[in-house]
């Protein structure tokens, strides 16, 4: 079926291939990434939109001697097949299954573990510098794209390797045409032409002559300079010390083999600029790009079916707080929503629509969209950001300097609580609870149900200080929120289920799972509703009146909702056995998030088990 495909073990065999035959691959390589990725679930768009440019990479680079860097790992699938894993495709993004990212752990090829973005420059120049200090003869490249360049850390190394004497070719994927003009014979001429060893040769020669002349040099640069800003749009990258080439059509062979082949052999920073489409080849997936970038499974021939990999009936969290955005929304005019380019991902396309003026994307930059809340909320607007709990990470600094330690209402949405799944490790929303729980002014909460989550949302947004709601990702018990946008006393749990003996105190989304392990442990279950403040009150009743208490949350052990009772019950000189359940101190990898749960012991079944295994 892949007569191409089939005879490829690596890609020293891809090496192996005349030119003429890559074209044929491509589709080849094409056609079986839409057939693996509509049986497991993944990434699509992205990939079909990066198949010659990563054949071509692996044609004219010796990998993995010389180093790829991927940025942002969602777009590697077809780099996954070509270094040996094709028959892991088949379980792709599931437990012991190869990762939907780079992973070192898991290739040679991998050269660097990426789950979100805007990492790979950085990374590709410390390889860089390492190799040039080391006396190795090794290319570095940087493969940027899908919005990373929106982020200030990639302009902070690009900053740095335009003055650093590092070998480095930088690509920057643009799959967006937002950048650039489109995509003609002249532009795949210039690049070819800037790109080539004459016309560098010539301009270091002309140089060396320019140097006794400086007036006549300083001229000359800027009639390069001005000429190359006409014809192309590098005039930014020339400016921070890269030699920019392009825009080149990033699914022409003709045009990405002699460039990159050209680039190969130059010295010092090269930039080059490749124009492609998301979803290339599959119809459905180039005119929906977004409905394409993350599938679960699906039927190739028809395409994604209204409602696919939805819970039949069910809301979603992320429902939850796009519809009580709107509402509230309209309620409040001070009211704005902010995302790092994560509209769909967060539930913000209707407010987007109904209020656009109070709509803002700030691209992939986390740092700038907390710190552009901020600013708002010091002018009396209530800035809502609708972030994900791993993307709030790359943040931290802002989170605490420049909200909570000015106590501004700028109120979190923080999706992808707890345990994601398939993303795995670089997703896993396992620390959330841990590093708010320990910045002063923050109130943090997470809801048991859908219900509970709208009244929580409005308790945060009501708040004059800073404040976070934590919900997980997908689908709830299914209790209906209502219309209204009531609150809830901060710092004040409830009790759900009275028993004796022992009380399980449990947080967000394991409520569930302690109340069916209540009924069969006969146990009181607490729904605890707040990590910070924590309901202290409710902790000293439960264990005056209790042999054990159990914490139970969806996050690491160290520092989270389990640690701060142990802290109440130290301070209070109460004796009472405390078991703290949670997730245990190392990375979780990816797989399905029931399965995850119960193989470490959060489930109603693993609760039980562990209450009666408590000395």
């Known amino acids: 079926m892949y007569p191409l495909l089939d005879t490829l073990q690596s890609p020293a065999d891809l090496r192996a291939l005349p030119a003429d035959q890559l074209p044929a691959l491509a589709s ?26 990563t054949i071509a990479l692996h044609h004219v680079f010796n990998t993995p001697e010389d180093r790829l860097v991927w940025d942002v790992g969602h777009q590697t699938y077809g780099h996954k097949i070509l270094t040996g894993r094709r028959e892991g495709m088949s379980r792709l993004r599931m437990q012991d299954g190869i990762s939907g990212f780079p992973r070192r752990a898991e290739s040679d090829y991998d050269t660097f573990g990426v789950g979100h973005s805007s990492t790979s420059i ?25 919005g990373a360049m929106s982020a200030g850390q990639a302009f902070e190394a690009l900053n740095n390797a335009g003055v650093v004497d590092a070998n480095l070719l930088v690509i920057l994927n643009d799959n967006d045409m937002s950048i650039s003009p489109p995509v003609g014979a002249l532009n795949k001429y210039l690049a ?11 301009r270091r020669a002309g140089e060396r002559v320019l140097k006794r002349m400086p007036s006549v040099l300083e001229f000359a640069n800027r009639v390069e300079e001005h000429v190359k800003g006409m014809i192309s749009p590098g005039t930014l990258f020339e400016e921070m010390g890269f030699n920019y080439i392009g825009p080149i059509d990033g699914h022409d062979l003709d045009a990405l083999l002699p460039t990159l082949q050209n680039l190969k052999n130059l010295k010092g920073p090269q930039f080059l600029h490749v124009i492609t489409t998301k979803g290339q080849g599959y119809k ?18 028809n395409g994604i079916q209204g409602g696919a990999g939805k819970a039949a009936g069910k809301l979603t969290y992320t429902q939850v707080f796009g519809d009580w955005l709107c509402d509230m929304a309209r309620t409040d005019t001070r009211l704005v929503g902010i995302t ?4 769909e991902g967060s539930g913000l396309v209707r407010f987007e629509q109904e209020f656009p003026e109070r709509y803002f994307d700030t691209g992939i930059a986390e740092q700038h969209a907390v710190t552009f809340a901020a600013g708002l909320a010091c002018e009396g607007m209530k800035p809502v ?9 790359r943040a931290y600094d802002q989170l605490i300097h420049d909200v909570a330690l000015q106590n501004l209402p700028v109120m979190f949405a923080i999706d992808r609580g707890g345990l994601v799944g398939a993303d795995g490790g670089t997703h896993q929303g396992a620390f959330d609870l841990s590093y708010l729980g320990c910045i002063p002014n923050m109130v943090v909460m997470a809801p048991a149900d859908e219900a509970e989550c709208r009244r929580m949302l409005s308790t945060a947004y009501h708040h004059d200080g800073p404040a976070a709601v934590r919900y997980p990702r997908g689908s709830g018990p299914g209790i209906t929120p209502g219309t209204d946008l009531d609150t809830l006393p901060i710092g004040k749990g409830e009790i759900r289920r009275r028993g004796s003996r022992i009380a399980l105190l449990a947080f967000g989304t394991l409520v569930t799972p302690a109340l069916a392990a209540g009924d069969i442990l006969d146990a009181t279950v607490a ?44 301070e209070s000189g109460l004796t009472r056995r405390l078991l703290r359940l949670g997730l245990p101190d190392r990375f979780i990898e990816h797989g399905d998030q029931a399965q995850l749960l119960a193989q470490l012991g959060l489930d109603a079944a693993g609760i039980v088990a562990r209450v009666r295994a408590a000395p």
Do not use: W
Request: glycine letters at 8%; one cysteine or more.
């Open 28 to 53: 080849e390589l094409r056609a079986f990434l839409l057939e693996s990725v509509s049986r497991t679930g993944g990434h699509l768009s992205s990939n079909l939109g990066t198949v010659e440019l």
């Open 122 to 146: 950085s990374a590709a120049l410390g390889m860089a510098v390492a190799a040039r200090n080391k006396g190795e003869n090794r290319k570095v490249v940087a493969i940027i794209g899908d």
């Open 192 to 202: 070819r032409l800037l790109s080539g060893r004459t016309f560098n040769a010539a």
């Open 284 to 301: 459905l997936a180039e005119e929906d790009p977004v409905l394409y970038h993350g599938v679960s499974r699906f039927d190739a021939a």
């Open 340 to 343: 790092p380019a994560m509209r």
């Open 385 to 393: 950001v609708a972030i994900y709990s791993t993307f709030l990470q």
């Open 527 to 570: 729904n605890m509703r707040f990590i910070k403040p924590l309901d202290r009150a409710l902790v000293l009743e439960l264990a005056r009146n209790h042999d054990l208490l159990v914490s139970i949350e969806e996050n690491t052990l160290i520092g989270g909702a389990g640690a701060e009772i142990a802290r109440c019950l130290e």
